[in-house]
């Protein structure tokens, strides 16, 4: 982010009240209980603390509308500001930030409360759900840019290949934790790992660029690799996770959509490596190509599919080609720990 735009934010004011919806059927609030959500909240907002509701996945988005329409101000009124968290994991954010585009007057703000809550560890938010609220006692509000695929909205970024689908399904299906569940997981993460080391390939085109590869993202916003020094080179979940997160990084004053096509196969041996010290867009088997706009379509042979499977912002949602992936820039004003 350019110094003038950082110089440019300031921390809102004291007074400004905060409401609060929280998916309720969270991971982390299954896990904690709806009690010791609601306590760090208070703790860490206080006085700015407006309405607090824990609600069901489903009436996240009515219940965002309703809110939306509540606090729009009359016409030539910009003194009434306020700001919203949405409590829960990315798909939640992403549901209730469709209501947000393009409004000055009302702020957007994320509590981690799901699996991987990448939106709220790129805006700089804990990982911990007591810390980031913590983290509300003094924000910024800044304006990020959304990502578009064919009119739907998302805020991380897509994968497109089966490969990367098969890794979500098999995801899903573990967290069920019954025995059947977990074989037909098994199943997805062997046919993933044995599709992105030696099985499924495939070719896109890209605007006119031509991309091979096993694992295809598109990313709001170019990626921006950072070095995970003091890591050792093991593949534990533990570690896995700033890898993740360091991938996934934003840089918010670029305004392009990258797209990144990894080969697989026998360049896993130079690009993992490259993962640790964040030179990974440079390895032999990785191709970057950055736009305001992309449009992708298969390459090659053969016709392209009816309808087929990708992820946008870690849910697994039906598409067709071609892809039109576009970024709105500056579309969502949201909260930033000052």
Known sequence: MSEAASTAQQPETAAEKIDVLINRRS??????????????????????LGELRFIEGKDIVPSVKKWTGDNKPAEGDTSKK??????GGDGSVL????????????????????????????????????????????????KVDVGNVNGK???????????SVDFYAARELHRDKTIKSLLKAAGKFLSMAFGVVAGRKAKLDVS??????????????????????????????????????NMLARNDSDGKLGFYSFKGGVHWATILPKLWDGSWTRAKGVKVQ?????????????????????????????????????ALPKALKVYRPA
């Open 153 to 163: 909205n998302f805020l991380v970024g897509l994968m497109i290949d089966q490969n």
């Open 290 to 326: 950055a736009a305001p706009e992309l449009v992708i379509q298969p390459g090659g042979k053969g016709g392209a599919p009816k309808e087929f499977d990708i992820i946008l912002d870690g849910e697994v949602t039906k598409e067709h080609y071609p892809l039109t992936v576009k």
């Open 208 to 245: 006119g660029v031509e991309h091979k590869g096993r694992i295809f993202i598109v990313a709001n916003n170019q990626f921006t690799p950072q070095s995970n020094d003091g890591q050792l080179l093991l593949p534990t979940p533990d570690r896995l996770k700033p890898i993740i997160e």
């Open 82 to 87: 306020r700001g919203l968290i949405l409590g």
């Open 95 to 142: 549901a209730a930030a469709g209501e947000f585009l393009n409004r000055d007057d009302i702020t957007l703000g994320v509590l981690p409360l799901g699996t991987h809550n990448l939106f709220a560890r790129q805006l700089g938010f804990s990982a911990d759900f007591k810390e980031a609220a913590k983290q509300y006692a003094s924000v910024k509000t800044d």
């Open 27 to 48: 991971g982390t609030v299954l896990h904690v209980g709806e009690d010791n959500v609601r306590k760090g909240l208070e703790e860490a907002l206080g006085a700015r």
